[in-house]
C-alpha cells in the first residue's frame, strides 16, 4: 500500500472509531508497524487533520471533520466496480444503466492514479441465468419506492393462476431468478413470488398502510424465526 493510500486509509479508520484508538490496534488494520502509524498520525496532524490524542492513549479523529467525498481506496473501488457489473447483468435495462453512469461518475472525480484501478482491473461479474424476458422489474421497483399497492395475475408452478393484490416489501436477486416479497392481501399474510411468473400487474396508485420498511423488518424476522425452527 502506498503511502498517500495509507494516509486515506488511516484517517478514514479514525472517522469510523468513536472512541479513541491505539496506534497497535491501527497497526492491525493497516497491516504496518506501530512506529509507521505515529509517523502517519504525525504527517496528517501537519497536514491539518484535527487528531486529539498522544502515543500510548489512543487518538481520536474530533467531530465536524470530511473528507473528500470520493476518496475511495483501490479496493474500495474494485468492490464497486464489480457490485455495478454485477448489476449491469442482473438487474433490468434501466438499473444497468443507472450502474454505468455511476461509474463514468466516480471515474471523472477520483483522482488519476484510482482511476487506472476502474480502468484496468481483473475482476468481472459472469451473466446471470435468471430469465429476463417480459420481467417488469422497473415497475416493481417504482412500487417499492412509492410504497403502492400492487395488483398482479400470478401464475404457480403447477400453472394456476390467481389474481392478488400485494404490498411490495423487498425484491431480491438470486443467481437463478429474481422474487417479490410482498403483504398478500388474498392470503392475509407475507408470501413471495417469482418475477417471471407474474403474468401481469398494474400500479393501483394507492398507498398502502404502514411503513415499508417496518413492514419489511416484519417480513425478515418471521424469515428468520422459521429458519431457526428449521434448523432446530
Not at 484501478?117 to 417488469?136: C, F, H, K, N, Y
Request: proline share 5%.
Amino acid at each position: 500500500m502506498q503511502r498517500a493510500e495509507r494516509l486515506i486509509v488511516l484517517i478514514d479508520t479514525l472517522r469510523r472509531h468513536r472512541w479513541p484508538v491505539t496506534a497497535g490496534a491501527l497497526s492491525e488494520q493497516l497491516g504496518v508497524s506501530t512506529r509507521t502509524i505515529y509517523r502517519d498520525i504525525q504527517s496528517l496532524i501537519g497536514l491539518g487533520a484535527p487528531i486529539d490524542g498522544e502515543a500510548g492513549v489512543g487518538y481520536l479523529l474530533r467531530k465536524g471533520f470530511f473528507m473528500p467525498p470520493l476518496m475511495f481506496s483501490p479496493v474500495e473501488l474494485e468492490a464497486l466496480l464489480l457490485g455495478a457489473r454485477w448489476v449491469g447483468q442482473q438487474g433490468d435495462e434501466e438499473l444497468a444503466d443507472a450502474a454505468n453512469s455511476a461509474l463514468d461518475k466516480i471515474a471523472t472525480a477520483v483522482p488519476p492514479a484510482l482511476r487506472e484501478v476502474l480502468e484496468d482491473t481483473g475482476l468481472w461479474a459472469g451473466p446471470s441465468s435468471a430469465p429476463r424476458r417480459g420481467e417488469p422489474l422497473f415497475v416493481l421497483r417504482r412500487a417499492l419506492r412509492e410504497e403502492l399497492k400492487l395488483r398482479i395475475v400470478y401464475r404457480d408452478v403447477e400453472g394456476r393462476e390467481t389474481e392478488r393484490t400485494v404490498w411490495p416489501l423487498t425484491l431480491a436477486f438470486f443467481e437463478g431468478a429474481r422474487v417479490l416479497a410482498s403483504w398478500c392481501e388474498l392470503r392475509e399474510d407475507f408470501r413471495h413470488f417469482r418475477t417471471d411468473r407474474i403474468v401481469d400487474l398494474r400500479v393501483t396508485e394507492e398507498s398502502y398502510p404502514g411503513s415499508r420498511r417496518l413492514l419489511a423488518q416484519r417480513w425478515l424476522k418471521e424469515q428468520r424465526q422459521r429458519r431457526s425452527r428449521k434448523e432446530s
